[in-house]
């Protein structure tokens, strides 16, 4: 078999190096579900840009999407998501589909189904609200006067996640000003029992004495609140969130460099008062619209890219498979790796406080929010390779494991781009039914952020490694799995702590540890793969099930390998599989979506997984395999570069 896995190591080694963009970077296609190219159609008919040819190649596409109940999930095969399903009836409503048609009828059937309009949530509520179709009176209440709390105070935007200060900053402005921009037509009729007898306020908890009942309390009171004629902080709160929307929106494609937030960052400044053609909404309307892709008669939009991302990964797996440090492919990408080291003081700082800027964000731009997954992929890959300019490449290394050291949590474990975002009260906000208000550690990340350590010659003896180690004993799963929460799903996450643990040094044969390896090789499918759909978020029960993957196979594989079972039957069989799928060319096929934006909300579909996962598992096992030794050893990370 190590002669056959060479060929396809080779063979995929090829297919990669033949991506690459000649400006050094590679980037795929990063696919999300519909709410992109419906919430895109909404933003074009608000800023007065639509055009019926647009709204068409829109709806083909949406329509590509429909699942089985004639309505549209998050992602292939999930079940009818209320809110996608009423902004891609809005959308086929706007491309000219006869409501009366057979087609808009069982849709229309299957909203009502579910509970009609009222049943969307916060953020869509917010969108209809802007064109009409949901008054804002039931729309949860976000007050601009948020900016003005002290930064390190409970209840301030910087104890929200990153990602949703990029969306509530905006808004908020959107809120109160409450400018409407009505269709040419409504949908009354996706109000079950009426549009006149609609119930459109927020359901309280029956438990009376709940968080969620105190922040309901709250809603109302500052709605009754905004009715009355003097708001004394107003002004200064406007200015405050219309200075912070300006200055985030430089030294970035875009605010958050990412869909919603950009989409946001256009109503927000509509409500301040900018008109459509103003340049800085024309600067920013064509970075949005660098996220379309156009295929035949239809239109689809990713959510971002992920150039850095893709990049890291792709050095990390290109070097091991047989090229040298200074191979041009791998210099020309550190070099521009090196360009993307963030310049500026973010967000981070004020958790996290250094005097000098560092790390890597996962976009072409977006120094404002660097994070700990796309800095560890950096650092890994810088650590691999050579550059004409060594003292930089040293200097950018430094900085960035100086910066991912001073992002541990209190409680040991990491998390994406802040420090101790963990404040759960914030998930019980009438606002926060996007699941994503925190940024709180996760034992994927840590497990990755082992891997890097060991990398750099750390030990688990060492302080860091040994909070880590503490962390994720602690959020380990009953049965020795470990949540996955950046990729799907417990696979994922059980992957990336036996790999780091492996990395830093940790006794493998610790009980925890074999438990782990246990799990892993139970969900192993009988054709040899392993594969686990997004499903098993909302439901634990489907842990580790699901159709065999090329990414989840070369995951499963790692993980065995890296915990010392090389030899096992298991890593065998996975090898097989991955052998057998592997496509002419060196590719691999792989239509199932493995990656996670906000578990039960949003997904993703990473194009390149299929193809550089599998190279580090042939990259693993040939390692494992050396030629002058006849039977395996565990791989073992090793220090190139110190910082």
Not at 460 to 489: T, V
Request: net charge negative.
């Amino acid at each position: 078999m190590l002669e056959q896995v060479k060929r396809a190591q080779e063979r995929i080694r090829d297919w990669l190096l033949g991506q690459q963009h000649p400006e050094g970077y590679w980037v795929a296609e990063l696919q999300g579900d519909t709410i992109l190219e419906t919430e895109y159609a909404i933003y074009l008919h608000y800023m007065g840009w639509g055009e019926a040819d647009t709204y068409r190649r829109l709806a083909n596409y949406v329509l590509t999407q429909q699942n089985q109940e004639n309505g549209w999930g998050i992602h292939p095969g999930a079940p009818t998501d209320i809110s996608a399903s009423v902004k891609a009836y809005i959308l086929l409503k706007l491309a000219g589909h006869d409501v009366n048609s057979e087609l808009m009828t069982k849709v229309r059937e299957n909203i009502l189904r579910h509970g009609g309009i009222t049943k969307v949530n916060s953020f869509t509520k917010i969108y209809l609200a802007l064109v009409g179709e949901f008054p804002w009176e039931g729309v949860a209440a976000i007050p601009p006067e948020l900016i003005l709390f002290p930064k390190n105070f409970y209840f301030s935007i910087y104890s929200m996640s990153a990602w949703s200060r990029t969306m509530i900053v905006p808004l908020s402005l959107v809120e109160h000003a409450k400018l409407t921009r009505p269709f040419p037509f409504n949908v009354d009729e996706l109000y079950a029992g009426g549009r006149e007898n609609a119930n459109i306020h927020m359901s309280w908890s029956p438990n009376i004495f709940s968080w969620h009942n105190f922040f309901l309390t709250w809603n109302y009171i500052i709605k009754a609140w905004q009715k009355q004629p003097i708001h004394p902080f107003r002004g200064t709160a406007i200015r405050r969130c219309h200075e912070w929307l300006l200055e985030r929106l430089n030294h970035s494609d875009g605010l958050g460099t990412i869909f919603p937030a950009m989409v946001n960052s256009f109503f927000a400044l509509t409500a301040l008062g900018y008109p459509p053609d103003h340049p800085l909404i024309q600067r920013e309307k064509k970075e949005l619209e660098r996220f379309i892709i156009r295929e035949g008669d239809t239109m689809r939009l990713q959510p971002c890219f992920s150039p850095v991302w893709d990049t890291a990964w792709i050095v990390s797996a290109l070097k091991p498979a047989g090229l040298s440090a200074s191979h041009p492919a791998l210099v020309s990408a550190g070099e521009w790796l090196l360009s993307k080291e963030t310049t500026i003081v973010g967000d981070w700082a004020i958790k996290n406080p250094q005097r000098e800027p560092a790390g890597w964000y996962f976009e072409f731009r977006n120094e404002w929010y660097p994070d700990v997954d796309d800095t560890i992929m950096v650092l890994r890959a810088l650590n691999m390779i050579e550059v004409p300019n060594r003292a930089e490449l040293a200097r950018a290394v430094e900085r960035g494991f100086h910066w991912l050291l001073g992002m541990q949590c209190r409680n040991g474990g990491w998390a994406s781009f802040d420090k101790d975002n963990d404040h759960y009260l914030f998930t019980q906000v009438p606002f926060a039914d996007h699941n994503a208000m925190i940024d709180p550690p996760t034992s994927d990340i840590t497990g990755r952020v082992l891997e890097c350590l060991g990398e750099f010659g750390y030990t688990s003896d060492m302080p860091e490694a040994g909070r880590a180690i503490e962390f994720i004993k602690k959020d380990q799963c009953e049965d020795g799995s470990w949540f996955g929460r950046w990729g799907c799903n417990y696979i994922y996450g059980t992957w990336q702590i036996l790999v780091g643990l492996a990395a830093i040094g940790e006794d493998l044969n610790q009980p925890y540890v074999q438990r782990g390896v246990r799990w892993m090789k139970s969900v192993q499918n009988e054709d040899g793969g392993w594969g686990e759909t997004l499903a098993s978020y909302s439901d634990a029960n489907l842990k580790g099930q699901g159709p065999s993957t090329a990414s989840q196979t070369a995951w499963g594989v790692l993980g065995l390998i890296a915990a010392g079972e090389s030899r096992s039957r298991s890593v065998r069989r996975g090898m097989e599989w991955l052998l057998n799928h592997q496509n002419p060319d060196g590719s691999f096929t792989e239509t199932e979506w493995t990656g996670t934006g906000f578990p039960k909300v949003f997904y993703l579909r990473y194009h390149y997984y299929r193809a550089y996962f599998p190279l580090i598992a042939f990259n693993e096992y040939t390692k494992a395999f050396p030629p002058e030794r006849t039977e395996a050893v565990p791989s073992q990370g090793k220090a190139v570069r110190k910082a």
